[in-house]
C-alpha cells in the first residue's frame, strides 16, 4: 500500500507566484520522520528540509516553508515567490522507526514548472 | 566536504548480462541504501546497508544484490539484466546510528538494458 501519496502530478506557474505541494502520509510509528526532496533534471535528488513526528512546528527557511499537521497526516511544503530554477520534481519521503532508518518511502513527485 | 558519488554514471548493457554499480558514502557515513527510480514505478527501496551488513531489503527478486566494504563503499549488482531493469540507480549515504538521520544522495547511475 501506499504510505506517501503526492496527489498533485504537475504544477504550472508563473515565476513569483507561490507554490504549494501536497503530502498526505500514513504510518502506525509514533516516531518518524518526513523529508521533502527535489529533483533536477540532472537527476541527483537534493535534500530540502527533514521534520520529526514530535515536532509540529511550521518553520520558514529562506523562500521554503512546510506546514506539517499530525491531526490530517499532511507535510505541505511552500515555495514562496517561485523562480525557474525551482522547476523539478519534488519528492515527499516518510522513514519510520519500526523499519530501518535508512528506508525511504516516496511519494510519487510533484513536477513543478516555473515559467519567466 | 565531497558529497555521495556514483560510478559508472551511465551503462549500457544487453539482456541476460549482469552488471555492478558503486557508490562512496560522504566521508563518516556508514549507512548506504540503493533505490532503483523508474517512470513507471517511481523510486522504490532497494536495500541498505551498515557496517558492511545488510540491514534492510526490499522488495526485489535476487537477482539484485549488494554489498559493502570495510571503508563504507558500496557495490549493487544485478545478474541476468532484463528490460525493465532500466532505471536510474541511486544511493544514499547516512550516518546509520540510532537516531534519524538526513540521507543525501548521489548523482545515480543511468542503466539502459538492450
Redesign the interface.
Known amino acids: 500500500a501506499q504510505k506517501v501519496t503526492q496527489a498533485q502530478t504537475e504544477i504550472s506557474v508563473v515565476e513569483k507566484e507561490d507554490v504549494t505541494l501536497d503530502c498526505v502520509y500514513e504510518t502506525r510509528d509514533t516516531t518518524y520522520y518526513l523529508f521533502w526532496y527535489k529533483q533536477p533534471p540532472s537527476g541527483e535528488l537534493v535534500f530540502l528540509i527533514r521534520r520529526n513526528s514530535f515536532d509540529e512546528q511550521n518553520e520558514i527557511s529562506g523562500r521554503y516553508s512546510w506546514n506539517f499537521q499530525k491531526s490530517t497526516s499532511s507535510f505541505n511544503f511552500t515555495i514562496t515567490a517561485s523562480q525557474v530554477v525551482d522547476s523539478a520534481v519534488y519528492f515527499c519521503a516518510l522513514s519510520e522507526e519500526t523499519d530501518s532508518w535508512g528506508k525511504f518511502q516516496f511519494g510519487a513527485g510533484t513536477q513543478v514548472v516555473v515559467t519567466p | 566536504k565531497a558529497g555521495v558519488t556514483q560510478t559508472p554514471r551511465y551503462l549500457i548493457k544487453t539482456r541476460g548480462q549482469q552488471v555492478t554499480l558503486s557508490c562512496s558514502p560522504i566521508s563518516g557515513h556508514r549507512?548506504?541504501?540503493w533505490?532503483q527510480q523508474t517512470p513507471g514505478q517511481?523510486?522504490q527501496?532497494l536495500f541498505?546497508y551498515?557496517s558492511e551488513t545488510q540491514?534492510?531489503k526490499?522488495n526485489f527478486p535476487g537477482r539484485f544484490s549488494g554489498r559493502q566494504f570495510s571503508n563504507s563503499r558500496s557495490e549493487m549488482n544485478v545478474s541476468t539484466l532484463e528490460l525493465g531493469d532500466s532505471a536510474?540507480y541511486?544511493c544514499?549515504s547516512?550516518k546509520?546510528g540510532k537516531?534519524?538521520?538526513?540521507?543525501?544522495?548521489?548523482?545515480?547511475t543511468?542503466l539502459l538494458v538492450l
Do not use: H, K
Not at chain 2, 537516531?99 to 545515480?108: A, D, S
Open positions: 549507512s548506504v541504501s533505490y517511481g523510486l527501496f541498505e551498515f540491514r534492510n526490499g536510474l541511486l544514499a547516512g546509520g537516531n534519524q538521520e538526513t540521507q543525501y544522495f548521489g548523482p545515480g543511468r
